[in-house]
């Protein structure tokens, strides 16, 4: 499964993408806006990461490319002192374990 990773500081976006890898899927980060509009557009994520330092401003738009390939929006919403390392292991990388398991079984009926 593909996962697109969108965040503002690359090494936060690569420490992200390494975990998501770590745990057997294909990830790749961007930290532009016009970067992640390119890829989405391609149809090839099942999921997109957006991390909790992308502004407001931003995530509608990045909605806006997901929808129609029907690519799950995932928005990082950290604890007060939580890493971002600590967000991914323990929140988002769940939450892509369902999403693969969903994917693999197809749509419910």
Known sequence: ????????????????VAIIHEHGFHALGVTRDEEAFAHLDTGAFAAVLVGSGVEYFSRGPLKQHAEPHRTAV????????QTVQQHVQDVIVPQLRLLHQEYKEGPST
Not at 1 to 16: D, F, I, K, P, Y
Not at 74 to 81: D, Q, T
């Open 74 to 81: 995932l928005e990082a919403r950290r604890m007060p002192n």
């Open 1 to 16: 499964m593909n996962v697109l990773v969108v965040g503002r500081e690359a090494h936060l976006v690569n420490a992200s």
